[in-house]
């Protein structure tokens, strides 16, 4: 009488190639899922930048002032409406009390810098 089913060997040689293929394949599936937190992350702090501008335009073109230099809080932007909870989820590792936007008066334009401590800005 044959039993079926397969050889100690056989079990042996399929879990090598398991172990051989995710070898090769979890380091570039966790090099992908990086780049992607990474792409995320920047366009996250360019959504907080672009809510820095429409907060400059609404607080820094004031008729007769003099601004050189400025910063704007990630707590501050949401505050007033600038900025939505999903425009910033990845970023939810600064701290919003000091993550924010620096902003400064260069070449007759103003600049928008996101900084992780905005009392850092120059």
């Given at each position: ?37 990474k792409n ?61 936007v620096c ?11 996101f900084s ?7």
């Amino acid at each position: 009488m044959m039993k079926k089913g397969f050889t100690l060997v056989e079990l042996i040689a399929v879990i090598a190639i398991l172990g051989i293929v995710l070898t090769i394949t979890v380091p570039n599936v966790m090099g992908i899922l990086n780049k992607s937190q990474k792409n995320i992350s920047e366009e996250q702090k360019l959504a907080v930048e672009n809510a820095a501008r429409a907060w400059g335009l609404k607080n820094l073109f004031v008729e007769g002032s003099n601004v050189s230099s400025s910063k704007v809080s990630i707590k501050t932007l949401k505050d007033n409406h600038f900025l939505e909870n999903k425009d910033f989820n990845s970023l939810r590792k600064a701290n919003h009390g000091n993550a924010g936007v620096c902003i400064t008066y260069q070449n007759n334009q103003f600049v928008y810098e996101f900084s992780d401590d905005i009392n850092n800005c120059d």
